[in-house]
Antibody, heavy 121, light 107 residues
Framework: EVHLLESGGGLVQPGGSLRLSCAASGFTFSAYAMAWVRQVPGKGLEWVSV????????FDAESVKGRFIISRDTVTDTLYLQMDSLRAEDTAVYYC??????????????WGQGTLVTVSS | EIVLTQSPATLSLSPGETATLSCRTSQSVASFLAWYQQRPGQAPRLLIS???KRATGVPARFSGSGSGTDFTLTIISLEPEDFAVYYC?????????FGQGTKLEIK
């Protein structure tokens, strides 16, 4: 059974940094692209970043480009999101999600439960 | 960026009725459109991919149709657990975007 467990969220001041982690299990991690999607509480969904199974292709939303970096570790089966220069508008629940293939397809078949990031002074 | 517009924003129906949700895209996305369900306090769940393909474990009462710029999610014989928010999402090219959601509520 696919299981995705996010961690690393919390309260951070504007301009600060956080690193989110997503521990994956129940599937061959390196064989699937992975993504981060965020949701402001009570609002809609927004793609943040996506990375191919081999880490050779990455896409970032314009709103996070140059500030967030997605990466993955196939030894520990963990997906990461390094978030720097955080802004109040980055406050959201961040979901880790599994793509349907190793190449990026944009179809997210499994999701974690999310971790809340709050950017506030 | 392709903009997805969902309608209605809120749909009030009773269990046993049929729900018809719409998603319109600002440019053609061919059949590269998915539907997700999000129950309160839960993560989204994939229902339909590529306009009409039901995801594993999704009941047959859920069906998707459409191509180009107009898509529909139909849920027949609504069950209590179907009352949730539904999002459409395209995957034609980056950036992938979601619609703003349709809330399906109990009448």
């Amino acid at each position: 059974e696919v299981h995705l467990l996010e961690s690393g969220g919390g309260l951070v001041q504007p301009g600060g940094s956080l690193r989110l982690s997503c521990a994956a299990s129940g599937f061959t991690f390196s064989a699937y692209a992975m993504a981060w999607v965020r949701q402001v509480p009570g609002k809609g969904l927004e793609w943040v970043s996506v990375i191919s199974g081999r880490s050779d292709i990455k896409f970032d939303a314009e709103s996070v480009k140059g500030r967030f970096i997605i990466s993955r570790d196939t030894v520990t089966d963990t997906l990461y999101l390094q978030m720097d220069s955080l802004r109040a508008e980055d406050t959201a629940v961040y979901y880790c999600a599994k793509d349907s293939r190793g190449g990026i397809t944009g179809t997210l078949t499994h999701w974690g439960q999310g971790t809340l990031v709050t950017v506030s002074s | 960026e392709i903009v997805l517009t969902q309608s209605p924003a809120t749909l009030s129906l009773s269990p046993g009725e049929t729900a018809t949700l719409s998603c319109r895209t600002s440019q053609s996305v061919a059949s590269f459109l998915a539907w997700y369900q999000q129950r309160p306090g839960q993560a989204p769940r994939l229902l339909i991919s590529d306009a009409s393909k039901r995801a594993t474990g999704v009941p047959a009462r859920f069906s998707g149709s459409g191509s180009g710029t107009d898509f529909t999610l139909t849920i027949i014989s609504l069950e209590p657990e179907d009352f949730a928010v539904y999002y459409c999402q395209h995957r034609t090219r980056w950036p992938y975007t979601f619609g703003q959601g349709t809330k399906l509520e109990i009448k």
